[in-house]
């Protein structure tokens, strides 16, 4: 049986707005590709009267619906996955996509999981810290200038899923872990693997970033994030019984 992808598990997410004119004309934008959920972290400048003239009467309750949130991991945390905007190539951002590819996977998705299009301020982006969150990346391909207005490059991104919405057929498709489930997995896996020595007690987010690419790849379920974390419960048990152990042993000797 074929599923038609929900508009509304689909949110914008800007992370650290500068303009309120930015963050109206996003909302008018998001509502001429049908995805009206928005939220707004850390906005430099929230003056809710510029962002309704540039909103427009017409999705005045949709401003009023904004959630405006300080912490971009609270605001991800409900979310299945994540795609995260960016300008910036590099070998520690791979899972890179166009506009219409990633168009086509979220529309996959959509049915059963929550999605983010997380968007960066507008001077800068969105930083190595802030693509952390993310599962994969999409770029937008320009000429020699690459600099895209924030409202323009949600035009971009929301007409590609819109666009996608009419093209595919779907079938079942799982519901996928959250990002809070991801996160205290992530920190489990930190934590265990620096006790282990496998990764650097002094840099251990560096070594999980490959990690976190690769597990990005799998799309776990929240009953594989859960494996995962049970494995690392029993490796800490493990290791904590092996070192009593050895205190039991040594004593013995002693005595």
């Known amino acids: 049986m074929t599923e038609i992808p929900n508009f509304e598990n689909i949110s914008i997410v800007l992370q650290r707005p500068r303009y309120p004119e930015n963050i109206g004309a996003v909302v008018r934008t998001g509502h001429n590709m049908g995805i009206t959920n ?8 929230y003056d809710k009267t510029k962002i309704l003239r540039m909103a427009t009467h017409a999705t005045a309750d949709a401003v009023d619906r904004i959630k405006v949130l300080d912490s971009l991991k609270e605001a991800l945390s409900p979310f299945n996955y994540i795609v995260g905007t960016t300008a910036r190539l590099g070998k520690h951002r791979q899972n890179f996509y166009t506009p219409s ?18 968007f ?3 001077d ?10 993310c599962h994969s990346f999409v770029n937008i391909p320009t ?3 690459s600099s895209i207005n924030l409202a323009q490059a949600v035009m971009v991104i929301c007409y590609e899923v819109f666009s996608a919405q009419k093209k595919d057929q779907y079938g079942f498709l799982p519901k996928l872990a959250n990002r809070h489930e991801l996160d205290a997995m992530y920190d489990q896996l ?11 007690p002094q840099n251990p987010d ?31 048990w493990y290791g904590e019984k092996k070192f009593r152990d050895g205190i039991d042993q040594g004593t013995k000797k002693d005595c």
């Open 143 to 145: 000429a020699a200038f």
């Open 124 to 133: 800068r982006g969105l930083t190595n810290e802030d693509l952390q969150f």
């Open 38 to 45: 928005l939220i707004v972290v850390e906005p430099l400048n």
């Open 101 to 118: 590819d990633i168009a086509k996977k979220i529309i996959s998705l959509a049915t059963n999981n929550r999605i983010a299009l997380l």
């Open 120 to 122: 960066g301020p507008e």
């Open 190 to 200: 930190t934590e265990i693997l620096t006790r282990i020595s496998f990764l650097n």
């Open 206 to 236: 560096y070594w999980m970033n490959n990690i976190r690419t690769f597990f990005s790849r799998l799309q776990l379920r929240a009953k594989e994030v859960k494996i995962i974390r049970g494995i690392c419960r029993q490796i800490n």
